[in-house]
Nanobody, 116 residues
Framework: QVQLVESGGGLVQPGGSLTLSCAASRSIFLAYDMGWYRQAPGKQRVLVASITRNSRTHYTDSVKERFTISVDNAKNTMYLQMNSLKPEDTAVYYC??????????WGQGTQVTVSS
């Protein structure tokens, strides 16, 4: 049973914008903190942004002021709005759901490519 379903990746030019979506089951959306990791080719998966159930957000330094994480409670969906994209943002982006530091669910991943 798929619990997290991502969409919204693609190819964008430097300076452009994309919005990623992560649709979750209602039970996960209510009970878990959520966020986004990314994994560039040949590199480890790293945390990009997170949001707690009480809407506290956290961003890795490299995306601050450019990315915004948000949720739509009516749609059980989390978003990652990405602006001013750079080639170094190129990666597969994964949404996740966690209890504390323990990630229990992963999305399938969506490719984001920033290139001219």
């Amino acid at each position: 049973q798929v619990q997290l379903v991502e969409s919204g990746g693609g190819l964008v030019q430097p300076g452009g914008s994309l919005t990623l979506s992560c649709a979750a089951s209602r039970s996960i959306f209510l009970a878990y903190d959520m966020g986004w990791y990314r994994q560039a080719p040949g590199k480890q998966r790293v945390l990009v942004a997170s949001i707690t159930r009480n809407s506290r957000t956290h961003y890795t330094d490299s995306v601050k002021e450019r990315f915004t994480i948000s949720v739509d409670n009516a749609k059980n969906t989390m978003y990652l709005q990405m602006n001013s994209l750079k080639p170094e943002d190129t990666a597969v982006y994964y949404c996740y759901a966690a209890r504390g530091w323990a990630v229990e669910y992963w999305g399938q991943g969506t490719q984001v490519t920033v290139s001219s």
